[in-house]
C-alpha cells in the first residue's frame, strides 16, 4: 500500500499560491544542537547561523537553538549580527567572523556584537576603537594554522609578541582557526592544523581555543578544545560522506503538481529536448525550478523526486519554474489523489540531491530559494 505525502502538518502546507512548500523542523534542529553538545563533553557547543541560518531563517532558528542551550552564535557579517541581535537574548554572545571593516566598529559596541580579528588591519582598528571608548572591548583573534583564508599569519604573531601593547584594550575572548580538510578524518592536515592552533595560541593572550566546525567535531575530542561551532551538522547534513549520518534531517521540500499528461515514443521533453521517451509514458509537470534553487544539474546525475514509495526520475532539463517528472509507475488510484510530491523528504536527503547535481548538501541548502511557502514546525518531534 503507497503512502502519499504526509498530509498537512502546519498552516499553509496545501498553500494553492505556491509552487512548493519547505517545511523546516524545529524540533529536529534543537535535537541535532542536543547530540552535537552532548558529543563535544565539556566543550561549549556554539551555533553558526549564518547566510540566515544556512537559507532555513535565523530569525525562527536562532530563537529555538537558545532554548536547547546555545548561548554563542556565529555569523559572517555585520549586517547579519545587528539582525540576529534583534531575536535572542542580550546575555547570548554573536561573533562576526568577517571582522570589523575599517569604520563599523562602533557598530560593533552599538549592537553588542563581537568581532573576529583576522588581521593586523582589524586588530589595530579595535585597539583604537578601545582607546576611544576608554573600556577593553571583548573580541576573538583567528589564526591562520593552513587555509590561508583568515587569521594572523606567524608573522603577525611574531609581531604581536614583540608589541603586546598592539593588543592593549583587547579582551581576548577566543582563540580560534578553521579546519581545511574536516570531512577528510585521513587527511594529515587536521592534525597539523590542530597542533599549529596550539603553538600559536600559546604566542597570544591565554584565552579558550576553537577549531572545529561540524565535521571537526567528529573527529574526536582532540578536535573539540574548548568551543564548537557547528552549522552543517545542526541542518542534518552529513558531516562525513562516509560514515552514518547521526543526525535528524531538518527540512522537507514538496513540489506542487501543476499538469500531467501522457506522452508515446520519441516524444521530447522541456529545453533542448534532451529526454525523448522510447514508450508510452505518464510524465508531470512539477511548479519548482532553478530560480526556486533548485539546481538546474539536480537533473544530472540521477535527480528524482518521490511519491510515497515511487521514484519519479526528473526528465530532461530543470526549467526556471518547473522541473518534469516520469510518474509511470504510480497506479492511477494514487495518482488521482496526489497534489505535491517530495524533492526532499524521508526517502531523499539534502546530501542526496547535493550528489545528483555535482555538489555539496551546502550549496543545496543555502540555494533554496524564498520562493516558495514556508512552514515551520514547532513541537518537538
Ligand atoms: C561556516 C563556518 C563554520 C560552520 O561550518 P560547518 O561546516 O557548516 O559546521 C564554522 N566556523 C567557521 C569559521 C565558518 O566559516
Not at 561549549?44 to 532554548?67: I, N
Not at 575572548?173 to 580538510?181: F, N, Q
Not at 535527480?303 to 509507475?329: F, K, N, Q
Request: aromatic residues 6%; proline residues 7%; hydrophobic residues 40%.
Amino acid at each position: 500500500m503507497s503512502e502519499l505525502p504526509s498530509p498537512p502538518h502546519a498552516t499553509g502546507w496545501a498553500e494553492p499560491g505556491a509552487g512548493a512548500m519547505l517545511e523546516i523542523d524545529l524540533g529536529a534542529i534543537a535535537a541535532n544542537y542536543r547530540l552535537l553538545d552532548a558529543r563535544t563533553g565539556t566543550a561549549t557547543c556554539a551555533a553558526v547561523v549564518k547566510a540566515d541560518a544556512y537559507g532555513l531563517g535565523a530569525h525562527r532558528v536562532a530563537p529555538v537553538l537558545e532554548q536547547a542551550g546555545a548561548h554563542t552564535f556565529f555569523v559572517a557579517h555585520l549586517e547579519e549580527g545587528i539582525r540576529l541581535r534583534c531575536c535572542i537574548s542580550r546575555s547570548s554572545r554573536i561573533f562576526v567572523l568577517h571582522g570589523p571593516m575599517p569604520g563599523t566598529e562602533a557598530e560593533f559596541t552599538h549592537h553588542d556584537l563581537l568581532p573576529v580579528l583576522n588581521s593586523m588591519e582589524q586588530i589595530a582598528g579595535w585597539h583604537a576603537h578601545a582607546g576611544r571608548t576608554g573600556t577593553p572591548l571583548p573580541a576573538a583573534l583567528q589564526v591562520d594554522t593552513g587555509m590561508s583564508r583568515f587569521g594572523l599569519s606567524d608573522t603577525d604573531i611574531a609581531t604581536l609578541s614583540a608589541r603586546p601593547d598592539l593588543l592593549d584594550g583587547i579582551d581576548t575572548r577566543l582563540v580560534m582557526s578553521h579546519l581545511a580538510c574536516a570531512d577528510t578524518p585521513a587527511s594529515p592536515a587536521n592534525a597539523m592544523q590542530r597542533d599549529r592552533l596550539r603553538a600559536m595560541a600559546a604566542r597570544l593572550p591565554t584565552a579558550p581555543l576553537a577549531l572545529s566546525a561540524s565535521s571537526g567535531i567528529f573527529l574526536g575530542p582532540d578536535y573539540h578544545f574548548d568551543l564548537v561551532r557547528p552549522g552543517a551538522a545542526l541542518y542534518g547534513l552529513a558531516p562525513n560522506e562516509n560514515a552514518p549520518n547521526p543526525l535528524r534531517p531538518t527540512v522537507r521540500l514538496a513540489a506542487r503538481i501543476v499538469q500531467r499528461r501522457a506522452i508515446t515514443t520519441g516524444d521530447g521533453v522541456g529545453y533542448g529536448l534532451t529526454w525523448r521517451a522510447t514508450g508510452p509514458r505518464r510524465i508531470a509537470t512539477l511548479g519548482i525550478g532553478y530560480a526556486d534553487g533548485f539546481l538546474r544539474h539536480g537533473a544530472d546525475g540521477g535527480g528524482c523526486a518521490w511519491l510515497g514509495e515511487y521514484r519519479l526520475p526528473i526528465l530532461g532539463r530543470i526549467s526556471m519554474d518547473s522541473t518534469t517528472v516520469d510518474v509511470t509507475d504510480v497506479p492511477d488510484s494514487v495518482m488521482a489523489r496526489a497534489t505535491h510530491v517530495d524533492m526532499i523528504g524521508p526517502r531523499r536527503s539534502v546530501d542526496d540531491v547535493a550528489r545528483s547535481a555535482g555538489t555539496i548538501g551546502y550549496e543545496v541548502l543555502t540555494a533554496l530559494g524564498s520562493r516558495f511557502h514556508r512552514a515551520y514546525l514547532t513541537q518537538a518531534a
